[in-house]
């Protein structure tokens, strides 16, 4: 077993994103594409792609540790979790040598984006229930179906969207993988107006008899599973670490906080009410991040069902650890905590997507319950 101790060239990673991170402020919105242009120049959005096609060589680990620390300094990249994690695998592992040499070096240097279409208004969590139906027309793909909540389709250059086809064997539905273009025939947009401030938006889309060419499917339409959580996996693990990047930030803002703010004769840090909960959301931080390295580890090692019962749990972890530090921050800092100018309130809905998606903490629960102690389902 390698050790979970970082090696020093991560330590060192991890040093020049947060000071590259720090030193980019942005503004919600307006800045977003320079600094993702900016960080993919530096090899940070193309880490984990291979380096035969532009990346950096590495994996989910660093990529990971990537976002993490660009979240610690209040400066996270949603589109991380989507672009190289979930469309960048898929392609790598999966895609044809075309799809690869099209896609990968351009996802690697920041000139395109892609986004991941999986949920669907009546399917949500469970994801079996997909009707994204893609039928054959010649050698062509027509794809019919509803998705919702898909991040940055506006600022992707295309969709990599999940649907299914009919398999005639069997009668069963299974899903697969098409390339989408932002501007492709029958394939709309619309936005949802989120309670979010943040620079990427949720949409809901429409694909009405959309005509793809054969080459717009990545992977093997037989594989589909498979193919799918070898992008799923990654999520997991970005969701991690997006989530715990964002409760470091908040615990930073209230431990500065906490350290000045002089009521009565101490600071109020010194008061064990406000110190303890800072320390166990400190705790469940530093947890949550070792088993996204074990996660990540796990994958990057060629694991994928190790990777899976680890991605999920670090995700669960993260989740619960970015909302508990979160809401302590807000509280710590009393009145102020829920104050544009300190701009802690926000993040009490922000953090809540970590607990939510991509998959949600009952989800995790369920699986843990039935793959991992074997209990009996109840859906
Ligand atoms: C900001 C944001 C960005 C997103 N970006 C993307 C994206 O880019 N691409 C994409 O495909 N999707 C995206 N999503 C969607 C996200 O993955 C879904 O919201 C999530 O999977 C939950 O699905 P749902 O919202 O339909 O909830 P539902 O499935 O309707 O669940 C509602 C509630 O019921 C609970 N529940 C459901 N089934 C069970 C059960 N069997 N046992 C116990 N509890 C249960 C859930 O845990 C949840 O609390 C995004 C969502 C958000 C909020």
Redesign the pocket.
């Known amino acids: 077993m390698p050790t979970m101790i970082e090696s020093e060239e991560h330590k060192s990673l991890r040093a020049a994103v947060s000071t590259f991170a720090k030193s980019h402020p942005r503004t919600l919105g307006a800045d977003t594409e320079q600094f993702w242009q900016a960080a993919a120049k530096l090899g940070y959005i193309g880490v984990n792609l291979p380096e035969a096609y532009g990346g950096g060589g590495g994996g989910i680990t660093e990529l990971s540790l990537v976002l993490e620390e660009m979240g610690a300094a209040g400066n996270p990249l949603l589109m991380m979790i989507?672009s190289p994690a979930i469309c960048g695998t898929v392609i790598s592992r999966f895609g044809t040598e075309a799809q690869k040499q099209d896609w990968l070096p351009t996802l690697a240097d920041g000139t395109r984006m892609m986004?991941?279409?999986?949920?669907e208004p009546d399917a949500?969590?469970n994801s079996h229930r997909i009707t994204t139906t893609a039928r054959r027309d010649g050698t062509d793909w027509i794809l019919t179906g509803r998705?919702v909540?898909?991040?940055g389709v506006d600022i992707s250059d295309a969709t990599l969207v999940v649907g299914r086809t009919e398999d005639a064997r069997t009668g069963k539905l299974k899903p697969c993988l098409f390339i989408v273009p932002r501007d492709t025939p029958g394939f709309e947009r619309r936005r949802i107006d989120?309670e979010?401030n943040a620079a990427e938006k949720?949409f809901e889309l429409t694909l009405d008899d959309v005509r793809l060419p054969a080459d717009a499917l990545v992977g093997d339409e037989d594989a589909g599973l498979l193919q799918l959580f070898a992008g799923l996996n990654p999520e997991r693990v970005m969701t991690a670490a997006f989530g715990i990047g964002m409760g470091r930030y908040a615990l930073s803002r209230a431990l500065e906080y906490a350290r000045e703010r002089t009521v009565w004769k101490t600071p109020i840090g010194a008061h064990q009410a406000i110190a303890h909960p800072l320390a166990q959301a400190h705790i469940d931080l530093e947890l949550a991040r070792l088993m996204t390295q074990k996660a990540a580890h796990l994958y990057d090692a060629g694991d994928d069902t190790g990777a899976g019962e680890a991605a999920n749990m670090a995700k669960y972890a993260a989740g619960e650890a970015c909302v508990k530090a979160v809401d302590q921050a807000v509280h710590t800092l009393g009145g102020n905590g829920l104050t544009r100018e300190f701009g802690l309130a926000s993040l009490i809905t922000a953090s809540r997507?970590a607990r939510?998606?991509?998959?949600?903490?009952?989800?995790i629960l369920?699986y843990v319950s039935h793959q991992t102690l074997g209990l009996p389902k109840s859906?």
């Not at 986004?115 to 949920?119: A, L, Q, Y």
């Not at 939510?356 to 989800?363: L, N, T, Y």
Request: net charge positive; hydrophobic share 45%.
């Open positions: 989507v986004s991941f279409g999986i949920t949500g969590s998705k909540f898909i991040s989120m979010l949720q997507v939510i998606a991509p998959v949600s903490r009952e989800m369920n859906y």
